[in-house]
């Protein structure tokens, strides 16, 4: 099991940046494929984007593209979302997620751990 603890979030402007991290520790850090989801009120959770274990191969949701950059770093065993041009659209729960196979996937169900959350508001 990998325990993931997420940081960084925050009130921010419209059209300004914010910098998540997830910090990860337990098992094997470096295969595993890593992601970013965000719930919003009244809405299901959405994938954001995500980073395959050892091919380091990125994806993004159409919503992303562009504006945010997912990364990690195996020596402190973190992960990192990069979220520019913010939107109020953008406000949202976000959540760190693991999963053991190498390929992203965009559904939630397909990881085996998640983090609490952290709030990121984007104001108008």
């Known amino acids: 099991q990998v325990q993931l603890l997420e940081s960084g979030g925050g009130v921010v402007q419209a059209g300004g940046s914010l910098r998540l991290s997830c910090a990860a520790s337990?098992?094997?850090?470096?295969?595993?494929?890593m992601a970013w989801f965000r719930q919003a009120p009244g809405k299901e959770r959405e994938f954001v984007a995500g980073i395959g274990g050892l091919s380091g191969n990125s994806f993004y949701a159409d919503s992303a593209k562009g504006r945010f950059s997912i990364s990690r770093d195996f020596m402190q065993n973190t992960l990192t979302l990069q979220m520019n041009i913010l939107k109020p659209d953008d406000t949202a729960v976000y959540y760190c997620?693991?999963?053991?196979?190498?390929?992203?996937?965009?559904?939630?169900?397909?990881?085996?751990?998640w983090g609490q959350g952290t709030q990121v508001t984007v104001s108008s």
């Open positions: 997620a693991a999963r053991r196979g190498r390929a992203v996937q965009t559904t939630g169900a397909a990881y085996d751990d």
């Open positions: 337990g098992r094997t850090f470096r295969t595993d494929t």
